[in-house]
């Protein structure tokens, strides 16, 4: 997806859903969507060596809380299981929460409920201390549910395709989509898997190394970049 040229973060760039967790992802009422899921759980998740998880058990769920908000506030997909709904309501719910209103709130209105199950943790990955805007982030896997299409926000988002990853990175190589660093080598690392189940027991069972990229200053830019010992293993 595009962020919009006028966006504080990341303007014009292709990236994948994502933003910061926000003071509801971690609200009792929110932890209360993953019935069958708890805090704890998502606490040894998210410590695959050798990195670790979030500082406590309720900040680790808040993670899997906001991955799938962010996704139902970018690109309408709303992951999980519940009636959900279709159409003008569904619409509706999706601009109330871009706008603010707790996650937990639509997700009840729609009935969603949510399961670890419906994340595979993949990576981590801070922003180098050059750059002003820093983020400390986890990536993670999902599959599309059946019956939904992606949408952009029409609030946070230029623009959205849907397009296989040697698509991708063969459009980036030609400059035709200016990916964000970071997302662009994520692609690069998805790309030997052609098959989605083979993807998601290499994602279960990798490493998660965390990733904080070199800089270097070229022409007054600073350009990110991966050291030789981290290329291939995070």
């Known amino acids: 997806m595009r962020r919009s040229a006028q966006s504080p973060v990341l ?11 926000r003071a509801d992802d971690v609200a009792i009422e929110s932890q209360e969507l993953f019935a069958e899921s708890s805090p704890e759980a998502a606490h040894r998740a998210l410590a695959r060596e050798p990195g670790g998880p979030a500082a406590t058990p309720v900040e680790s769920l808040g993670f899997f809380i906001a991955a799938a908000r962010e996704l139902f506030e970018e690109s309408g997909v709303l992951l999980g299981n519940g009636p959900h709904r279709d159409g003008d309501g569904l619409a509706d719910l999706r601009v109330a929460v871009e706008r603010g209103r707790p996650f937990h709130e639509a997700a009840r209105q729609l009935r969603a409920r949510f399961s670890l199950d419906d994340f595979v ?11 002003p805007q820093r983020f400390d982030t986890r990536f993670f ?10 949408t952009p926000s029409s609030f946070e988002m230029a623009e959205g395709v849907w397009v296989d990853v ?3 990175v063969e459009r980036a190589r030609a400059r035709e989509l200016s990916l964000h660093f970071a997302t662009l080598n994520h ?3 998805l790309a030997p898997y052609d098959d989605v189940e083979q993807l998601f ?4 069972g990798k490493p998660v190394v965390p990733v904080m990229p070199n800089t270097r200053e070229t ?13 291939g293993v995070w």
């Open 11 to 21: 303007a014009d760039l292709w990236v994948f859903p994502g933003g910061t967790v």
């Open 166 to 168: 040697a698509t991708a």
């Open 141 to 150: 896997l999902a599959r599309m549910p059946d019956g939904q299409e992606a």
């Open 187 to 189: 692609l690069r690392r």
């Open 219 to 231: 022409e007054g830019r600073i350009i990110p970049f991966l050291p030789p010992e981290i290329e």
């Open 121 to 131: 943790y993949y990576a981590h990955w801070i922003t180098p201390e050059a750059i």
């Open 201 to 204: 027991a290499f994602a279960r």
